[in-house]
């Protein structure tokens, strides 16, 4: 059973950010020639085909995404057309959600240009700051005509409402004691998850503008709805939760699939070290202490009778340390894995998974702090010595919010293919580079139509 928590009691919890034409600013992103002018991307060099995305200039001279070439040359006889490149795009996309998560961690990817960030009370108190924040990082890793909208509210569902509300380049806060006047103006169609058809029923019962619409009783919405969605939907608006509760984080993990060619132990370890860089961000800032360090190797990966891939070879293994929230520590257990690794794997890995757990409150840890524990960080002696690696870790995070993934790490520096080392995120219907059959089209290698 789903329960319920009351957004307004506790603030600004959602985050949402949606990119403004995301294919169209893509493609003015990588081929500076198509800046500032209407271009519109199409899913075939077809003359019979309709517009996937259209770029802001477009959009400002009337022509809207979904519209025919035809229609499109009608109003902007000059308006270009490009055809649309989809690896490229989900090779921007993880290089955003790289940008993002050294902002803000990256709750749940809704589609290849929006996300859902999940706020601390303290964030949701300079949502102002945090939205400029992530803006200024994906311009400064980007360019300025990659713009995104951001919106911040209780729920995801006025988040998402309030990132449509200002585009493109917007920034909207919608606070629970703001409703509903903030959205007394919205047209009903324009908001996430009301269809035409939805339109209709809701006209059927009456409800001909927002005010009705949050006039409705959650029942009288399930019923419109003809389903218990109607009532979900009540929920987002009125500032309720209806996701699962999230259970106490138990664990900070990431994994990672190899590229056929990033499967040397070399690569193993460059892999695994940023996996443990990103898990060490996220006990920093859960504000806990970790125990535990895992380290995980999966390959085989031979096909199995039914034609199914199996990950049949599994080796792990397990370093302890006094509890610890610095990188200096989490390398060094990993350092210690990777030689046991080097020393006993015995297959060639094809997936790499680090996780830090044992956790301890930061309230819970002074009492054994300092207390000797056997393991990698040693005992008490090292105290000032953990400390200074403590101070040394937030000063790398705050640096990386600042000034990119790449500004600081404590390992090297190169990028692992595809880019995005935070795998807790289903990706849902994006699909992974290694879907794409043939060559990788080359970021700059816009696909003109050409008729
Ligand atoms: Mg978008």
């Not at 959600?97 to 009370?121: G, K, Q, T």
């Not at 311009?139 to 200002?166: Q, W």
């Not at 060490?280 to 031979?302: I, Q």
């Not at 600081?408 to 994006?430: L, Q, W």
């Amino acid at each position: 059973m789903t329960q319920h928590s009351r957004g307004q009691a506790l603030g600004t919890e959602r985050l949402y950010l949606d990119f403004d034409s995301f294919f169209a600013s893509a493609e003015q992103h990588f081929n500076p020639d198509l800046r500032n002018r209407p271009i519109g991307v199409v899913p075939l060099d077809s003359p019979h085909t309709s517009c996937i995305a259209v770029s802001r200039q477009a959009k400002a001279r009337g022509v809207k995404s979904g519209a025919t070439i035809a229609k499109a040359r009608e109003i902007i006889p000059e308006m270009i057309f490009v055809v649309a490149r989809h690896d490229v795009y989900v090779r921007l996309h993880k290089r955003i959600l790289n940008v993002i998560e050294n902002v803000l961690p990256v709750a749940h990817v809704r589609s290849i240009d929006e996300v859902v960030c999940n706020l601390l009370p303290s964030e949701g108190k300079r949502a102002e700051d945090l939205a400029r924040h992530l803006k200024t990082a994906l311009s400064t890793a980007f360019s300025d005509v990659l713009t995104c909208s951001i919106g911040m509210a209780p729920t995801e569902l006025l988040a998402k409402i309030a990132a449509e509300l200002h585009k493109p380049d917007g920034f909207r806060l919608i606070k629970a004691e703001d409703l509903p006047q903030a959205l007394s103006d919205i047209d009903l169609g324009d908001l996430p998850g009301i269809s035409k058809g939805m339109r209709a029923r809701l006209q059927a019962a009456g409800v001909h503008d927002f005010a009705g619409l949050w006039a409705l009783a959650p029942k009288q919405a399930r019923a419109i709805w003809g389903s218990v969605e109607g009532e979900r939907f009540w929920n987002g608006l009125h500032g309720y939760h209806t996701e699962r509760p999230e259970t106490k984080k138990s664990m900070f993990g990431h994994s990672r699939i190899l590229p056929r060619d990033w499967r040397t132990p070399e690569q193993v370890k460059i892999c695994a070290r940023l996996l443990t860089e990103s898990a060490g961000r996220r006990v920093r800032r859960a504000d806990v202490r970790a125990t535990k360090l895992t380290l995980s190797l999966r390959g085989g990966g031979g096909r199995n009778p039914s034609g199914r891939r199996s990950d049949d070879k599994h080796w792990s293994w397990e370093g302890s340390f006094a509890p610890a929230r610095d990188d200096h520590t989490f390398m060094k257990a990993l350092g210690m894995g990777l030689a046991e690794a080097e020393r006993r794997l015995p297959f060639q890995p094809q997936s790499v998974s680090v996780m830090i757990h044992g956790l301890i409150g930061a309230t819970e840890v002074m009492g054994d702090l300092f207390a000797a524990t056997p393991g990698v960080s040693g005992g008490a002696a090292d105290t000032a010595d953990r400390a200074k690696w403590e101070k040394v870790s937030d000063l790398m995070d705050d640096l990386r919010a600042k000034l990119g993934p790449q500004a600081v790490s404590m390992g090297p520096t190169k990028e692992v293919p595809g880019g995005y080392v935070g795998a807790k995120i289903a990706f849902g219907r994006i699909p992974d580079e290694e879907d794409f059959s043939g060559p990788p089209v080359a970021d700059e290698d816009t696909h003109f139509v050409t008729f």
